[in-house]
């Protein structure tokens, strides 16, 4: 009795933790998720509603991630989430530091300024999707629907397709292979950066803008001076 009764306890603590990694969280106010914390799924709702990630682990379950609505506000400074984020609504998702590792289906405002990103999915219409920072490879493949605005990072694409959405590249150097639909060039940080699988109708949707615009208009702001002297 005693080695089947000694079985079963340590069998209930092995079991522990994959119940912990099931547990799910709902935020309907504001709130935040620190080192230790472990959700399969997290659930933030209703307009105001702030949390604030800077450590732990999101989607340890194979259904679970981030899930937003309304116009909740999620700022990521640590951290994992995996398997899904969804940003709906008019929310916004600011991501400045940790990892994700998962589908995306991005509607509101995303600012991915740091961490890193590897996966894929879908910008949605009306998103607007910032991106100044970060190592970003989306090895999976991207639709765009909303607008995309790109500065800088350590930016991959290995499946781009345009839905009808809108793409700004601030940057120099493009460079682009209409044979292996590739587009290449650096950002305004001066980071390098490759769209795959781009078709021609695609690049020439692009909205390739030089950097800095700030020294050309410098630069025409000296030579107005001058012809008025």
């Given at each position: 009795m005693g080695t089947k009764l000694l079985k079963f306890v340590c069998a209930i603590l092995i079991l522990l933790p994959v119940c912990a990694f099931a547990t799910d969280k709902t935020f309907t106010s504001s709130g935040s998720?620190?080192?230790?914390?472990?959700?399969?799924?997290?659930?933030?709702?209703?307009?105001?509603?702030?949390?604030?990630?800077?450590?732990?682990?999101?989607?340890?379950?194979?259904?679970?991630?981030?899930?937003?609505?309304?116009?909740?506000?999620?700022?990521?400074?640590?951290?994992l989430i995996e398997n899904t984020i969804s940003t709906l609504g008019s929310s916004s998702f600011n991501l400045?530091?940790?990892?994700?590792?998962?589908?995306?289906?991005?509607?509101?405002?995303?600012?991915?300024?740091?961490?890193?990103?590897?996966?894929?999915?879908?910008?949605?219409?009306?998103?607007?999707?910032?991106?100044?920072?970060?190592?970003?490879?989306?090895?999976?493949?991207?639709?765009?629907?909303?607008?995309?605005?790109i500065y800088g990072g350590l930016l991959n694409f290995d499946d781009f397709s345009d839905n009808g959405g809108v793409t700004n590249i601030y940057g120099y150097g493009f460079n682009y292979d209409p044979v292996g639909q590739v587009l290449t060039g650096y950002l305004s940080d001066h980071n390098q950066f490759t769209i795959n699988q781009l078709s021609s109708y695609e690049y020439q949707r692009l909205n390739l803008i030089p950097e800095p615009i700030s020294f050309l208009f410098f630069g025409f702001g000296l030579l107005a001076l001058r012809k008025q002297k």
């Open positions: 998720i620190v080192d230790g914390d472990v959700f399969g799924t997290v659930y933030v709702q209703n307009n105001g509603t702030l949390v604030n990630m800077s450590g732990g682990h999101i989607g340890t379950s194979s259904l679970g991630g981030l899930y937003m609505n309304d116009s909740s506000i999620f700022n990521m400074s640590g951290g400045s530091d940790g990892t994700i590792e998962s589908e995306f289906d991005f509607g509101g405002t995303v600012s991915l300024s740091g961490g890193s990103i590897t996966g894929g999915g879908k910008f949605k219409p009306g998103s607007i999707v910032n991106i100044d920072g970060g190592n970003l490879n989306f090895s999976d493949a991207v639709l765009l629907y909303g607008e995309l605005n």
